[in-house]
Nanobody, 126 residues
């Protein structure tokens, strides 16, 4: 089992920034691709960003491209999501997830991820 714990959520104004962190334990972090997802009230969980095991490849949802940056520190077993130019539409619970990859392609389907954190709330006011 892998345990994941998100932090860094909170309240931000539109145009502001937040940095989410996800600390993992229990498995070899550096063998997992990592992803960030979010779920707004009344909506399905949606893909936000993913990063491969080495940090050399990333992929973003169109809605956050150019505003959000995913990164990882394998020495600290941690993945980050730097969020800039926040919009009210970014309001959601944000989850990190771990995927033991079968190939080299980053996965955007939530069902493909093996482990999940409990989530951290991000609220952006207009």
């Amino acid at each position: 089992q892998m345990q994941l714990a998100e932090s860094g959520g909170g309240l931000a104004q539109a145009g502001g920034s937040l940095r989410l962190s996800c600390v993992t334990s229990g498995r070899t972090f550096s063998t997992y691709n990592m992803g960030w997802f979010r779920q707004a009230p009344g909506k399905e969980r949606e893909f936000v960003a993913a990063i491969n095991w080495s940090g050399g490849s990333t992929y973003y949802a169109d809605s956050v491209k150019g505003r959000f940056t995913i990164s990882r520190d394998n020495a600290k077993n941690t993945v980050y999501l730097q969020m800039k130019t926040l919009e009210p539409e970014d309001t959601a619970v944000y989850y990190c997830a771990a995927d033991l990859p079968l190939g080299s392609v980053l996965v955007t389907r939530a069902a493909a991820y093996d482990y999940w954190g409990q989530g951290t709330q991000v609220t952006v006011s207009s």
